[in-house]
């Protein structure tokens, strides 16, 4: 093992590098009352919209795998032109049940950031909103939430509110981050109380929601690839750097039973950090996937895409 990760570190230093690649990026692909969806009321892109898009991309460009991309970056094995990669985010149930099948009939295949998790884990903090913001709507979660702050955590609260705002963040971003950052310890245990008394059982929709290690092992004997994506889905750019060590530890222990190093990562959110690209060479990673629209891409640990829901 150390022999050849040394070898493609060593790989690695030489590829500072100028890959061509147009990446792009998916999240929940479902319809309302189909198995992903699962009565949930969360939303995403329609599978009719995602399979035209498919294939109006599979027709204008070369369509290839993370294999190919892991040699390119590797070995600097040329891409093809207009070289496209299919990658999709969180491992949820939705690249099961609606994308696996139509990449599998297109022969096509997808990178897959799935979270670390074990499989009678609870929701990471993002999916419990989405759950919640589906329930109540945003507003009545707010209120929910406030009225179970104390007065330091509200003052938090404001102090943020007020930094989002000057920044031309929309109203649910800035909600929606003061949840997943300032105030993400206080609000995680009051937002699976919330599920408690307005949904069900959190560890249930967890299971839901996920792929689980069958459905892994069937994507993958299928021709899928999987990359990481942390444990708890954090902004990298808002916990401390044990914590991003953690979190990425855990992605490649999760990974060692599903992929062959080196491994593909993809920041949670898009947040960055410096330290990131070290500990990932460190887990045997070695690219990581950004949400910044970039077509050419100078670093192996920036490789920049494009939001799929946004393609034109
Ligand atoms: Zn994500």
């Not at 009565?39 to 993370?66: H, L, N, P």
């Not at 609606?98 to 950031?113: D, H, I, M, Q, T």
């Not at 059982?201 to 999987?226: C, P, T, V, Y």
Request: aromatic share 12%; net charge negative; hydrophobic share 45%.
């Amino acid at each position: 093992m150390r022999a050849s990760s040394a070898a493609w570190l060593q790989a690695l230093e030489f590829s500072a590098m100028n890959l061509n690649l147009t990446v792009l990026m998916y999240h929940y692909v479902r319809d309302a009352g189909d198995a992903a969806e699962a009565g949930s009321g969360i939303r995403g892109m329609s599978k009719q919209k995602f399979c035209a898009q498919v294939d109006t991309i599979a027709r204008t460009y070369e369509m290839v795998s993370w294999k190919d991309v892991r040699e390119a970056v590797l070995e600097k094995k040329p891409l093809p032109e207009r070289a496209c990669l299919l990658t999709f985010d969180d491992g949820v149930c939705d690249h099961y049940w609606n994308v696996f099948p139509e990449l599998a009939r297109r022969k096509l295949s997808g990178l897959f950031f799935a979270l670390a998790r074990a499989e009678d884990a609870n929701l990471p903090l993002p999916f419990k909103l989405h759950f919640l913001i589906a329930r109540l709507g945003l507003e009545n979660l707010r209120a929910e939430i406030w009225n179970r702050l104390n007065e330091a955590q509200r003052a938090i609260y404001r102090d943020a509110e007020a930094r989002y705002r000057l920044r031309g963040k929309a109203e649910t971003d800035v909600v929606k981050g003061i949840f997943q950052r300032d105030l993400a310890d206080a609000v995680n245990p009051l937002l699976s109380e919330l599920i408690a008394q307005h949904i069900g059982s959190e560890q249930e929709l967890a299971r839901q929601l996920f792929l689980n290690d069958a459905q892994i092992k069937e994507m993958r004997a299928g021709g899928m690839h999987f990359g990481g994506h942390s444990a708890t889905h954090p902004w990298f750019d808002f916990i401390s750097p044990a914590q991003r060590a953690d979190e990425i530890r855990a992605s490649r222990e999760g990974l060692t039973r599903v992929e062959q190093p080196p491994f593909a990562f993809a920041y949670p959110y898009g947040g960055l950090a410096d330290d990131a690209p070290q500990l990932f060479q460190q887990n045997h990673f070695c690219a990581a996937f950004t949400t910044r629209a970039s077509v050419t891409h100078a670093d192996p640990f920036y490789i920049g895409r494009f939001d799929g829901e946004e393609w034109q």
